[in-house]
């Protein structure tokens, strides 16, 4: 069974999934190069095709993360809605579609001439197409890879997505029932990115900075002085609805920016209060209100088990204060929790209909993005006239220029999806020395000196490093550095003494295990400094051309691309 998952909204993307196991998942920006690229995924698709050696004919079933028949993927899948049967607002939604066509006559063109690219996607007569509400398909991406059928509650929150903010979710024997549904008045996710684009970075993607600056501001001295910007939560159920008003979307050569009246309104708070304490409210309120609802859903419905998903679950602070609350056994979060992921649940949830009594399998990686091989790698590197040495044991050599606190960019393997390097494209240092950070942040990143940088570490080593830690493979929950640690990585330590790890276990990276525990062996610490190959505001590079332009065009000084170093010595 080939199900092909397609989300064409913000951080558009497609997956593959052929009996129940994820082959293939990738965003559409690490294409054309467009962060959070909304729009047609047709490059996703295409590789998530040519990467099994399928074309559209060999797929059964169209997955759509969208409740609503028409979007934006009808020009995709030209004559998909011949096929639509249900849907309750096809209707209307058509007649108010056709209206705005008929207006726009250069778009209804376009439609009916397809150019040829465009029509290697057409689907097949024999495909199914179905449509996955948006928090369903949030809510599938957590529990199909939870690794238990048992008993849990999934909760799903983002700023919206079909018309629901929060979803909260009782799943069992392979099946997810609703129990509660919130709407834009409840949306903690637009509060936090309101926050977000008053203190000065864009809503949608600058959260994880507001997070950030959060420990550098004073916990509890702005109290309260956010209270009328955000909905209010108690026992599970809202007790106040925030009227937000507007979402506003300017378009930039592609890249979608968000905007609410509020935004102007918490900005002169900003300015009157400074930047760090309003993080640090915006991120109590997060909290606070966030365990107004999760907790009394898990008493209601008798379970310690809780599978998450949806743009504010990439809020590591937010998941480290569940897990320390105790009251959680099993803690499970989508490695991939914003919409980029959509693509994958949809898929999932569209397998496990058909499937209900399938296993359901742990989801312990996310390398299903392109790969290159040595061959393919060196052409390139030729054709550039670059002058290059093949090793023999890319980890072992690595590791010595790292204990040598050297920058290198590690290029292994199959590209990440998630917004995390996981040690496939990475840029690595040592965190042994606390200027390591700064360095970094100046020579590569150019990105601000408050933003802390993940490590990742041995998966056996995990106790020496981490208090209460647990399994954690995708940089999504941070846990408290332990004390006679912190002065030994000081270069991952952030402010209020969280890492932010990736645990590395060796069977499911071996070349990165090894690079790490190599390193281990030469410095005592078996834990690397690691960060996205990238540089600020920038998608995370995908083909290996990409990764040579970006380390000419910074202070890195070793590119690993597989087996081949450079060097800039
Ligand atoms: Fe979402």
Redesign the pocket.
Known sequence: MNILGVHAGHDSSASLIIDGKIVADVAEERFNRIKHSPGLPFRSIEYCLRSQGLSMNDIDVIAIPSQSPISSLSLLFEGIYKKETKGPTLKSTLKSVLKKEKEEKTRIRWQQELPLYIQKFKIASHTKVVHIE?HQS?AASAYYTSGTREKQLVVTM?GH?DESSITIWRAEDGKLSCLKRFGYGASLGWFYSNVTEAIGWMHGDGEGKTMGLDPYGKRDKLKGLLDSFYPKFKNGEIIYEHDFGDLNVYNENGYNQYHFRDADEIKKLVDKYGREDIAAEAQRVLEEQCFNIIFPWMEKEKTQNLSCS??IFLNVKLNQRIWETGKVKLHTIYGNP??AG?AVGAALQAYYDAKPEAPIHLMRDLYYGPEYSNEEIEVILKARNLKYTKVDNAPQHAAKLLADNKIVAWFQGRMESGPRALGNRSILMSANRSENKDIINAKVKFREAFRPFCPSLLWEKREDYLENCRDEFFMITSFTCKPEKRNKIPAVVHADHTLRPQTVKKELNERYWSLINEFGKLTGEYLLMNTSLNVMGEPMINHPREAIRCFYDNGMDYLILNDFVLSKD
């Open positions: 948006h949030h983002d997505g949806g743009g914003a919409d959509l």
